[in-house]
């Protein structure tokens, strides 16, 4: 790697950070917070949410798609390889870098449906699905 841009460690504790104050603070919030969505803007806004629901369940679904097929490349990379090692490592990290994209997409798609039951239990929202 160039000496301009020098490798930063991953820091994975910055994410689970900051999207916990604001889980606590949706779960924490008073039901009274509900009672000011007029009904009529809830219904207005129910195809809105329904679209909303089906692209991000669309958009994780593709990026599962994606990570399996990543992890696959890199597995028939790694076979291929025979016996150069540089090549065995960039289909290892590959491999790696499909199995952290699956994680994410498992953890983005947790947090989207917490934050949805949250909204429906408050009454916010309608069930998006």
Do not use: D
Not at 78 to 95: D, T
């Amino acid at each position: 790697m160039s000496e301009l841009h020098p490798r930063r460690p991953f820091r994975p504790r910055r994410v689970p950070a900051a999207l916990g104050p604001a889980l606590l603070w949706l779960a924490a919030a008073s039901p009274v917070l509900a009672a000011g969505v007029p009904q009529g803007a809830r219904q207005a806004l129910a195809p809105v949410t329904a679209m909303i629901g089906t692209l991000v369940a669309i958009a994780v679904g593709l990026g599962i798609a994606i990570c399996t097929a990543v992890i696959v490349w890199g597995g028939i990379e790694k076979m291929l390889a025979g016996s150069n090692s540089e090549a065995e490592h960039k289909a290892q990290r590959r491999i790696t870098n499909g199995i952290m994209g699956l994680v994410w997409m498992i953890v983005a798609s947790v947090a989207v449906s917490v934050i949805a039951a949250i909204a429906v239990a408050y009454g916010l929202i309608e069930k998006p699905f």
